[in-house]
């Protein structure tokens, strides 16, 4: 399986649950979304760390930056959990898929359900739609089902990785700052 990772802390309670139904799955960190470049390392880096915590094979892709900005050009005003996320996740899922066919994988997933931010729906049902257009099968998933979130953190802070206070491109960052704002200015 290709594991594709959108960030440690959500991979932690994935890679936990696929090995426990037997799955040693190949790690995929493909993120362009994330702005911007010392957040990418960081979060990178704290891939990395988990990859060899959990004695996994990661295969990271640093590119994709200009094709990501192509995809979510016409969306990047709307607000988190609009149309611009769901063009943002179909591009990073469609390179998972293509890389993970043109490999020779048997199947794909991603980590990204583990986010309570994230609507597991839409997510599987672009799977789904990538299955049928790569000939290759994808998982679907809802790992924060199950208190797979809450676990999730409790993973992070065991294995000390990196969590991020924002979900990834620059209006995510903006966004997550316009809101400090304005909690500070109503106490
Ligand atoms: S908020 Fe997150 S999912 Fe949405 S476009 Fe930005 S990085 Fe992508």
Redesign the pocket.
């Known amino acids: 399986m290709l594991l594709h990772v959108c960030c440690a802390p959500d991979a932690t309670v994935a890679v936990e649950r696929l090995r426990m139904a037997k799955i040693e799955p190949v790690l995929f960190f493909y993120?362009p979304?994330?702005e911007p470049e010392e957040e990418f390392d960081r979060r990178l880096q704290a891939v990395v760390k988990l990859s060899q915590l959990c004695n996994l094979k990661l295969i990271a892709l640093e590119k994709g930056k200009e094709e990501w900005h192509k995809s979510?050009a016409d969306?990047l005003n709307l607000?988190?959990?609009?149309k611009?996320?769901e063009?943002?996740?179909r591009h990073?899922l469609i390179v998972t898929a293509q890389f993970a066919s043109d490999m020779g994988y048997g199947v794909f997933a991603t980590t990204?359900t583990t986010s309570p931010?994230?609507d597991a729906k839409l997510i599987n049902s672009i799977g789904a739609e990538l299955e049928k257009q790569f000939k290759i099968s994808y998982m679907p998933s809802d790992f924060k089902k199950k208190d797979g979130f809450l676990r999730s953190v409790q993973l992070s802070r065991e294995l000390g990785l990196y969590r991020q206070n924002?979900?990834?491109?620059?209006?995510?960052l903006q966004?997550r700052e316009e809101k400090n704002a304005l909690r500070a200015r109503q106490r």
């Open positions: 993120n979304n994330i979510v969306f607000g988190e959990r609009s611009r996320c063009e943002c996740i990073r990204l931010k994230k924002y979900c990834g491109c620059l209006r995510s966004e």
